[in-house]
């Protein structure tokens, strides 16, 4: 999938939406190897996001209890829904 500062941004929003997210989901979703995922989540925490991960057959990651991120991006469904509003509006 596309180049590591776009991966980082969809693995963020990702993280944000869901409680935990499996490792191999995150790597289909994102388009590559799991290894690719553990270093965009090691990238990522050296940026100083709080991610929890959840090690063995079913692991995977999540934001830490109370951590709270700012809205990171808009999706292309999110975007188009806000486009059609202010439209309406």
Do not use: H, K, N
Request: net charge positive.
């Amino acid at each position: 999938m596309w180049d590591t500062t776009s991966r980082t941004f969809v693995l963020l929003g990702m993280l944000q939406r869901s409680r935990f997210v499996a490792s191999d989901r995150l790597a289909v979703d994102l388009g590559v190897t799991t290894r690719t995922v553990r270093r965009d989540v090691a990238r990522v925490r050296d940026l100083g996001y709080p991610i929890d991960a959840r090690l063995g057959v079913d692991g995977g990651y999540s934001l830490e209890p109370g951590a709270v991120l700012p809205p990171i991006f808009l999706s292309t469904d999110e975007a188009l829904a806000c486009v059609l509003a202010l439209r309406r509006w």
